[in-house]
């Protein structure tokens, strides 16, 4: 992945961006362990109900039919929090420098 941080940052003080970055990476990150937490979730509730009778068919259904959003939402977002973390690494550079 390859970051013009220059070009981002023109006509801004790498000072006051960089804690925006970092907020934005922890938030990133609590997407992307939202996600596998909701995929695992979704998982286990649809292979429970083919050995539990207590769970109703509609939830099994519901489950099987959200875990695939819940995936790619882990790729999605995992993809986005490397470019953050990316981007945070090269703003404490820039900051080391001067």
């Not at 940052?9 to 362990?33: F, T």
């Not at 695992?40 to 259904?61: E, M, S």
Request: glycine fraction near 4%; include cysteine; proline fraction near 4%.
């Amino acid at each position: 992945m390859k970051i013009d941080i220059q070009k981002e940052l023109e006509g801004k003080n790498p000072k006051r961006v960089l804690p925006q970055v970092k907020k934005q990476v922890e938030l990133q990150r609590q997407r992307v362990v939202v996600y596998v937490v909701m995929a695992a979730l979704f998982l286990c509730l649809a292979i429970a109900a083919f050995f539990v009778g207590a769970i109703p068919r509609w939830i099994q259904i519901t489950s099987f039919c959200l875990f695939p959003f819940m995936v790619l939402g882990v790729f999605g977002d995992s993809h986005l929090y490397r470019y953050q973390k990316e981007k945070e690494r090269l703003l404490q550079e820039l900051i080391e420098e001067h």
